[in-house]
C-alpha cells in the first residue's frame, strides 16, 4: 500500500530518505524542484488549499502556495529542493536525497493475479 509521508522542514530533518514506488511525500513549502533523477520522482504542485462549499464552489486563499509533493514513480535515486518562505523574508532551500526502492513487501503498489496495476500518468 502506497504512503502518503509528511516531512517536516526545520533543525532535524533527515538529509536522506528512503521511500517505496507510490509513496507521495508532502511538504509544508511555497515550491520545490527534482535536481537529478527526474523520472524517479515527479513534482505535484505547488498548491494552494482550498475547501468544497455546500454550494459546489471551491474557496482560496490568496497568497503563496503551501504545499509541496513528490511521487515516487521508479525506483532508484534523486535529489531534490523544497523552498520554504514567505514574502516577508527570503526562502530557505532545503536538500533532501531520496532513494526509491521497488521492492514487493515494501509500500510497493501491487495487484492479484499478476495485472498490471492502473498508473495515473
Do not use: Y
Not at 504542485?45 to 515516487?72: C, D, K, Q, R, Y
Not at 536538500?95 to 495485472?115: C, F, M, Q, T, Y
Amino acid at each position: 500500500m502506497a504512503r502518503l509521508i509528511e516531512v517536516t522542514l526545520g533543525e532535524s530533518f533527515p538529509e536522506k530518505l528512503t521511500i517505496d514506488v507510490g509513496d507521495v511525500l508532502t511538504f509544508s513549502a511555497i515550491g520545490g524542484r527534482v535536481c537529478t533523477s527526474a523520472n524517479t520522482l515527479e513534482l505535484l504542485g505547488p498548491f494552494l488549499p482550498g475547501i468544497a462549499t455546500g454550494s459546489g464552489e471551491v474557496l482560496s486563499p490568496e497568497g503563496l502556495p503551501n504545499t509541496v509533493m513528490f511521487l515516487a514513480c521508479r525506483a532508484g535515486q534523486a535529489s531534490i529542493e523544497v523552498f520554504v518562505g514567505d514574502l516577508s523574508q527570503a526562502a530557505r532551500i532545503f536538500r533532501l536525497d531520496i532513494v526509491v526502492n521497488a521492492h514487493a513487501g515494501s509500500g510497493a503498489p501491487s495487484s492479484p493475479k499478476g495485472e498490471q496495476p492502473f498508473v495515473n500518468g
